[in-house]
């Protein structure tokens, strides 16, 4: 683990009561963000990303518990810590920005009283500082006249605005990480490039490691410096954006690159998909997750899961038979 | 010529405002939007939120109607139809929804309906429509075993097959996508898209999408028009409109839309603003507030849809090519 390292999860495996069954909806995680970049956390439905990354503020359902791993944000043991500890982390030292900024922001209190709370608790300071806090917070995600609209409602802001205004509430206590779970998957394409703007300056000037969960491979290619892939509850491969889409070594990586409409395209292009369905997280199968749908399995594949380990270049790979290098020059 | 399969002539829609009193702002989904849809022809309706796009779909399979303007189907204008031929004329022009699970009744089995439209329109014994039915699931690459489950039973993507084969039950002419693959996850939208391009491959169907997503688009459409505020700002082949913007609306959704490939990260730049209210439109072009190469007339002149060049059409005094 590096020094400037802000959220460490190694081999996290989440249990979830269903009625009376157990399913295993994470089985091993692995997640790194570093300060000053942006790591995109990608997968389909179900591949449990939303869940590895509540559980490094510890926000997972009441039904849901960590069975095992490691979890560390910005130095702090995350399972060790306090109800105490627990606030003072999900404050000030990680953020937290929802898909629907609607539903995550106060209806009957106005935008400014919402980020200012986040100040005043954290920070201890009295109401007029965590106002000025405030406005500053609302300046740096170019929320326009902060000051004038500091008493507006949610309700009378566009959505963009609105999305700003979450990201405010989760930078104005000057947070290590921000955790970003499909932020502009609500917005417009031209309000969504704004917003993606926004966060990868946020992550220059600040120094801010940023975890952004998406499903959509357009908005990784275009923010993210690292890629952290998922499937089946599991970390399949880790590694620079540009390998992720260029030089991938896992065959679910590159069969999901395969599958994405670009822009370059034509109408004669015909898409790969991938056959057949992701696994039911409550009937888990022995061996590598992604092996009934895999164009390399082998009889191996189906009898352990591949382990996770680095392979050289900052790259960390779980697989047996992975893509060769050669494959897509 | 023959005539086209659909027309929209210069239609508008407006509707009451929400939360204002008594109606009396009114909000405007569609400005004046002439579409023509040919046989066979695959043509794609793309812009933001509230630019009117669904409203358009609605009107062209009449769950809307025009407040003003003209639709036509295979050139007859739908006002001079009777009852009796407006209804046979719906199943010659079917919606595909956007969201699959709200559009199938949970309540009833997967043949039950797909099967409903025949029902309805009483065509063929209840025997033949039951093995229609299975033709359909054939058709779409659903196992003949789920048409007996429940659509929760069923994934995101086979329900959307399914409302893809019911939609196809009657033998539409013209099959009227909306978003049809945006609530899907990225493998199995890409089977989706091949599915509905192999549909119309094998039956010369004719194929609107409406889709904010203009990689989508471009893997699945020879035409597009492109909408900004209840108005076609841009129309003509796909590859030629997103290569090659003339409306510097259309530059700047090509210019925000995130492509899936990192090497061309640097092209990439976001716009100004966000789209403005349908409710109180600006006087002259709605673009011009956002627009980076707006002067004064822009403000005082509406541009209307001119031609532009061999096949295509734009909305701009001052278009970038």
């Known amino acids: 683990m590096a020094a400037d390292t802000v959220l460490a999860i190694e081999g996290l495996a989440l249990d979830a009561r269903i009625r009376r069954a157990i399913a295993r909806p994470v089985a091993e995680a692995h997640v790194e963000v570093r300060a000053g970049e942006i790591v995109g956390l990608v997968g389909e439905s179900g591949s449990g990303k939303t869940l590895t990354a509540l559980s490094a503020l510890r926000l997972l359902p009441d039904n849901i518990e960590i069975a095992a791993g490691r979890i560390e944000v910005g130095g702090q043991d995350v399972r060790a ?15 937290m920005v929802f898909q629907d900024p609607i539903g995550s922001l106060n209806p009957s209190m ?70 970003a779970d499909e932020p502009t998957t609500a917005l417009d394409v031209t309000v969504q490039a704004q917003i993606l703007e926004l966060l ?8 801010i490691g940023v975890l952004l969960i998406t499903h959509d491979l357009g908005v990784i290619a275009n923010a ?49 998909g991938i056959p057949g369905a992701p696994p039911d997280p409550t009937r888990p199968e022995p061996g590598c997750p992604f092996a009934p749908r895999c164009t390399r399995v082998t009889a191996e594949c189906t ?14 790979l779980a697989c047996i038979h992975p893509v060769p290098a050669a494959a897509h020059a | 010529m023959p005539s086209p399969l659909l027309e929209l002539r210069d239609v ?20 004046g939007v002439t579409v023509t849809i040919g046989e066979g022809e695959s ?35 739908r006002s001079e139809l009777s009852r009796s031929q407006l209804r046979a004329g719906t199943t010659e022009i079917q919606l595909v929804p956007q969201d699959a699970s709200a559009a199938l009744d949970p309540r009833m089995t997967i043949a039950a309906s797909v099967g409903e439209p025949l029902a309805i329109h009483r065509r063929g014994t209840k025997a033949e429509r039951e093995a229609r039915v299975l033709d359909l699931l054939d058709e779409v690459g659903l196992d003949r075993s789920l048409a007996v489950r429940f659509p929760h039973q069923l994934s995101g993507g086979q329900r959307q097959r399914v409302v893809i084969a019911r939609a196809l039950a009657l033998e539409p002419k013209l099959l009227i996508a909306d978003e049809p693959v945006s609530a899907l996850d990225v493998s199995v939208r890409a089977q989706v898209l091949n599915l509905l391009r192999d549909i119309r491959e094998r039956r010369s169907l004719a194929l609107l999408v409406i889709s904010h997503d203009l990689a989508v688009v471009r893997t699945i459409s020879e035409r597009i028009d492109v909408m900004y505020l209840g108005r076609i700002v841009e129309s003509g082949p796909t590859a030629a409109v997103i290569d090659q913007p003339a409306h510097p609306y259309t530059a700047a959704l090509v210019a925000a839309f995130p492509d899936p ?19 109180d439109l600006p006087t002259g072009c709605a673009f011009a507030g956002r627009c980076p190469r707006a002067v004064d007339d822009c403000d005082a002149t509406d541009p209307q849809l001119a031609e532009h060049s061999a096949l295509r059409r734009v909305a701009c005094l001052h278009p970038l090519v």
């Open chain 1, 303 to 316: 009898v352990v899961p591949p382990a996770y380990e680095e392979i050289g270049e900052g790259r960390s």
């Open chain 1, 200 to 207: 990868q300056s946020l992550v220059a000037e600040l120094g």
């Open chain 2, 261 to 279: 490939d990192p090497t061309t990260r640097e092209r990439r730049a976001a716009p100004e603003g966000e789209v403005p209210s349908p409710v």
């Open chain 1, 224 to 272: 993210a410096d690292r890629v952290t892939v998922m499937y089946g509850g599991r970390t399949v491969e880790q590694c620079s954006t540009l390998h992720a889409f260029g030089d991938m070594r896992h065959p679910y990586t590159e069969a999901l690159v395969a599958s994405a409409p670009t822009l370059e395209g034509s109408e004669a292009t015909v898409l790969r």
């Open chain 2, 43 to 77: 043509v794609a309706l793309v812009g933001e939120s509230g630019c009117g796009k669904s409203t358009l779909a609605r009107i062209a399979v009449r769950l809307e109607s025009a407040e003003t303007g003209e639709v036509l189907v295979e050139g007859t204008p």
């Open chain 1, 81 to 95: 810590l306090d109800d105490a500890g627990l606030a003072a982390l999900r404050g000030s030292v990680a953020g």
């Open chain 2, 12 to 31: 508008t829609r407006t509707y009451r405002a929400p939360g204002t009193a008594f109606g009396r702002k009114r909000l405007h989904a569609l400005r």
């Open chain 1, 110 to 179: 106005t935008i400014g009283r919402q980020v200012a709370e986040g100040v005043r608790i954290h920070q201890g300071v009295d109401r007029a500082a965590a106002a000025a806090r405030a406005v500053e917070a609302l300046g740096l995600v170019g929320f326009p006249h902060a000051r004038e609209r500091f008493d507006a409602y949610p309700h009378q802001l566009s959505g963009g605005l609105r999305q700003r205004v979450m990201i405010a509430m989760a930078i104005a206590n000057e947070p290590r990480l921000v955790i």
